[in-house]
């Protein structure tokens, strides 16, 4: 369930678990297989030697429409957006683990959209397909209030932080 007023006050929102049993089963053996069967479309993430990724899992996978048009992804997008929304990326990713140093990449992927509801143009959904913990994640939110002041990147802003971490 989405708490539009934690998100407004953030700029971010925890939707949980999302999927568990069969369902979470089901989601899990199609992106392994995707990975497995459908090499071609995975590719290092230049600097980042640890990550692949696939942005074309719509064609190695057509099955995946099922899981980014699930109706527990769809409607807390619908509700920040107002309305319906279109996707700008699909993107399956996978992060090796390592024991060094985590790695800080800080940066904002676009502007605010600040004639958009909440200053959404666009949202960024990470789905984790594994149990995550503070000792494992791999993304980080610098939080923002909806109503407040846009952040200037170049100084305290800056959105998110990617970090690779190893238990």
Known sequence: MLDLGFFRQNGYVNLGQVFDGEELSRFVDLYDQDRSKMGCF?????NHGHQTLNCEPLISSPEIDGLI??????????TIFEGPSCLGEVCLRHMAPRDDNPEEIWHRDRPHSTERPYRCGYLQMMLYLTDVHEGTH?????PEPCEGPVLDTKETGITWLTKAFVN
């Open 138 to 142: 791999c993304f980080s939110i610098s």
């Open 42 to 46: 995975w590719h290092p993430i230049s």
């Open 69 to 78: 048009r699930h109706p527990s992804l769809i409607e807390p997008i619908e």
